[in-house]
């Protein structure tokens, strides 16, 4: 088994990296190659087909992605064609709940994906992930090819982009209390503190996929998240930096700030059944680990 990681550099990759080194480089007879974008450009047909004809995968792991941009995702088709080309046998590739249907029912589940158009915001980002589910039942249909998706809800952890105008709140949270406490100011959160998430900590996700590579069976995706009963607020998941951090400053809601959709409440109930011992890390402490490696890496990290 020689798994090839696209975007091996990213936050979800890393995390991959970072349990594939724990299990002492993986299970016995695996191979694992992380790529970056550094290796070849995945945009280009020709550099696709030649890292993957150089490093011959029998399994893939597809997390690169234009995250945030708009119509970029459409790269992943050629992903799927060298795949095909070169005889990998599986492809596990990672959508996000934001490619749902605008207006539906919770909680979501995986069968709702195609039931309606997106958020007008990321239709373009929306439409490409979809793709990859209509690619993925055609190739079984087609060729018989076992390949298929993990849903994560949203991500956090090590590796993050803390970028705090591009960033996702978890991290943009988490550079912007390190930033108040240091220069004695207030912490200023966007928005009322209302809305809801579920929030995955990398690590556990690195370990859902490698599950997914090595057992689970459909091509069909899954949802990978927490429970619909650990969803937490916005003002919880601040309260929890705060804490984290130890600021002792005054923190601020600002309410000309968007706040976005107001939940996107994902099911777990099929990861459930298939995994019932699967327990997630507790968010305080994959929190806190989170914010230990955003102190001690600083100088360094993505922002
Ligand atoms: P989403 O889950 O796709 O909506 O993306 P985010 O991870 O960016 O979460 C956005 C939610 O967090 C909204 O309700 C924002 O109002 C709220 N929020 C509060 N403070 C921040 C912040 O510093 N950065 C970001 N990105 N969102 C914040």
């Not at 890393?14 to 191979?31: L, N, W």
């Not at 239709?123 to 090819?145: C, L, P, S, T, W």
């Amino acid at each position: 088994m020689r798994v090839l990681v696209t975007g091996g550099s990213g936050l979800v990759g890393m995390a991959i990296q970072h349990v594939v080194k724990e299990e002492r480089g993986g299970y016995e007879g695996e191979e694992w190659i992380f790529l970056s974008s550094k290796d070849a450009n995945l945009m280009s047909m020709k550099e696709t087909r030649d890292v993957f004809r150089k490093h011959q995968p029998t399994h893939v792991i597809h997390l690169a992605a234009m995250v945030g941009g708009l119509f970029k995702n459409l790269k992943c088709n050629l992903d799927f064609w060298a795949a095909h080309e070169v005889g990998v046998v599986k492809v596990v590739s990672c959508l996000s709940t934001c490619i749902f249907p605008d207006k539906t029912t919770y909680p979501i589940n995986e069968t709702m994906i195609h039931n309606g158009p997106p958020h007008e915001s990321n239709f373009g980002y929306a439409y490409a992930k979809r793709m990859i589910d209509v690619h993925n039942r055609a190739y079984f249909e087609q060729h018989g090819h076992c390949y298929t998706a993990v849903i994560p809800t949203n991500v956090f952890g090590p590796h993050d982009n803390y970028s705090i105008e591009d960033g996702h709140v978890l991290p943009g949270l988490i550079h912007k209390t390190y930033i108040a406490k240091k220069e004695g100011k207030a912490l200023v959160v966007w928005g009322s503190g209302t809305p809801k998430r579920q929030f995955i900590y990398s690590l556990d996700l690195a370990r859902l996929f490698l599950w997914v590579l090595r057992e689970y069976p459909e091509v069909d995706p899954i949802i990978l998240s927490v429970g619909e009963e650990d969803e937490v607020s916005i003002k919880e998941a601040a309260d929890t930096v705060v804490q984290a951090l130890d600021f002792k400053g005054e923190v601020i809601y600002d309410n000309s700030k968007s706040d976005g959709q107001f939940k996107k409440t994902a099911s777990n109930a099929k990861l459930c059944s298939y995994l019932p011992e699967f327990r997630f890390t507790p968010f305080k402490q994959a929190l806190k680990e989170t914010c230990e490696w955003f102190v001690a890496n600083y100088d360094t990290a993505r922002k």
